[in-house]
C-alpha cells in the first residue's frame, strides 16, 4: 500500500462552537496522529479494489460507511488493531485501538487550526483549494502550504468525514463533515464550520483522513462520548424557527 504518511498532532484544548445550536464547548486532547494528506483515489484503490483515474487526488464520492471499512481494512493491511466492528451499519468503535479510524470532530478541528485562533490558518489562496480558483474537480493533494502541524488541505479541495453525530436530535444517524471543499466559498471553508450527511451519503468533494492513537478508555475518548450522544439525541429543547424534527 500506498504509505500513509501520519503527522504527530500534540495535545491541547480545542474549543467548539455549534452554531446551529448556538452552543460552546472546550475539549482536552491527548496527543495522536493524523494523516499529512487526505487519502488518495490509488490508498483506496489498493485498499479496497475502487478503481483509481487520478491517483493523487483526494478519494471523493465515499460514504461515511465506506470511509470507516476503509480504515479497518487499511489496518488489518499493516497488523494493526481494527478500530471498528460491525453490526450490520451500526458501527463501535473500540477506542484503545491502535489501528486506523476517522478522527474526532474535536481532533480535527485541533489538528486543523495548528495554534492559530481565525478561521483560517494562513491566507486561504496560499492554503486551500476554493472556489476562488475556479477548479471544477478536487486537486492533486499537497499542492498548497501546509499549516504547522506539517498538514495539507485540511482547508478546502475535499470536506473530509469524522466519526461525530452531527446533532442526533435533529439529525438523527448523520455524521459530521469538515474542512469545505474546492467548489465553495470562503465563508465555507474556515476551521469551525460544520457539515453532515447521512452514513450512505455520498459526494464529489467529501473524502476522508485517517487517524491514529489509543486511549485508555470505553465509548469515550477526545471529545467525543456514546452517552453524550445518547444525551443529545433524547433532547427536548425547542426547535429553532426553521427546523424540522427527525422523523421517530
Not at 487520478?54 to 476503509?70: E, G, I, K, N, Y
Request: aromatic content about 10%; overall charge negative; proline content about 5%.
Amino acid at each position: 500500500m500506498s504509505d500513509l504518511e501520519m503527522a504527530r498532532v500534540p495535545g491541547g484544548v480545542v474549543t467548539l462552537h455549534d452554531a446551529r445550536r448556538d452552543l460552546v464547548r472546550s475539549a482536552t486532547l491527548e496527543s495522536f496522529e493524523l494523516g499529512v494528506f487526505a487519502v488518495t483515489e490509488e490508498q483506496m484503490s489498493e485498499i479496497l479494489g475502487i478503481a483509481s483515474q487520478h491517483p493523487r487526488r483526494p478519494a471523493t464520492d465515499l460514504s461515511w460507511l465506506r470511509a470507516v471499512r476503509f480504515c479497518n481494512a487499511a489496518s488489518e493491511w499493516e497488523g494493526l488493531d481494527p478500530a471498528y466492528t460491525f453490526d450490520g451499519e451500526d458501527i463501535t468503535w473500540h477506542v484503545d485501538s491502535d489501528g486506523y479510524r476517522l478522527p474526532t470532530e474535536a481532533e480535527w478541528e485541533h489538528a486543523c487550526r495548528a495554534g492559530s485562533t481565525g478561521p483560517h490558518y494562513g491566507l486561504l489562496a496560499d492554503v486551500a483549494w476554493t472556489a476562488a480558483d475556479g477548479m471544477p474537480t478536487p486537486q492533486d493533494v499537497g499542492g498548497k502550504m501546509p499549516n504547522l502541524n506539517g498538514l495539507f488541505d485540511t482547508l478546502g479541495n475535499v470536506w473530509e468525514w469524522c466519526w461525530d453525530l452531527l446533532d442526533p436530535a435533529r439529525y438523527d444517524e448523520y455524521r459530521v463533515f469538515r474542512g469545505g471543499g474546492y467548489a465553495d466559498d470562503a465563508w465555507n471553508v474556515r476551521a469551525s464550520v460544520r457539515r453532515g450527511g447521512a452514513p450512505r451519503m455520498h459526494h464529489e468533494d467529501v473524502g476522508m483522513r485517517v487517524a491514529r492513537g489509543g486511549f485508555d478508555a470505553v465509548d469515550a475518548a477526545q471529545g467525543w462520548s456514546s452517552a453524550v450522544d445518547l444525551e443529545r439525541a433524547a433532547s427536548d429543547d425547542a426547535l429553532l424557527a426553521g427546523w424540522t424534527p427527525r422523523k421517530r
